[in-house]
């Protein structure tokens, strides 16, 4: 079975960091573009960040430019969010999805998510 799953998420005081996992089993990530979404409460979802399937190419959105960082180890099968000077509108939940065309992000493929949550 195809799976992707989140890890990382919880509790963070504004100005902290977190780092985010996402893990696939059942396929190999190698081949896929990984994006990060976000979705916080009572909001739409977000489009984060993307790596392309070779990591040559990242994207992110502009309210997360410079904070956040996204990172891939095919060997370990696994991207990374890498989520610094944390605040409080961070606070969502946040998937990755996994595109088949490994040049752009889709959503081929969907985690549940991990919750992230910026306050004091």
């Known amino acids: 079975q195809m799976q992707l799953v989140e890890s990382g998420g919880g509790l963070v005081q504004p100005g902290g960091s977190l780092r985010l996992s996402c893990a696939a089993s059942?396929?190999?990530?190698?081949?896929?573009?990984i994006g990060w979404i976000r979705q916080a409460p009572g909001k739409g979802r977000e489009g984060v960040s993307c790596i392309t399937n070779r990591g040559t190419s990242t994207n992110y959105a502009d309210s997360v430019k410079g904070r956040f960082t996204v990172s891939r180890d095919n060997a370990k099968n696994t991207v990374y969010l890498q989520m610094n000077s944390l605040k409080p509108e961070d606070t969502a939940v946040y998937y990755c999805?996994?595109?088949?065309?490994?040049?752009?992000?889709?959503?081929?493929?969907r985690g549940k998510g991990t919750l992230v949550t910026v306050s004091s």
């Open positions: 999805a996994a595109g088949r065309n490994g040049r752009v992000c889709t959503e081929d493929y």
């Open positions: 059942g396929f190999t990530l190698d081949n896929y573009a």
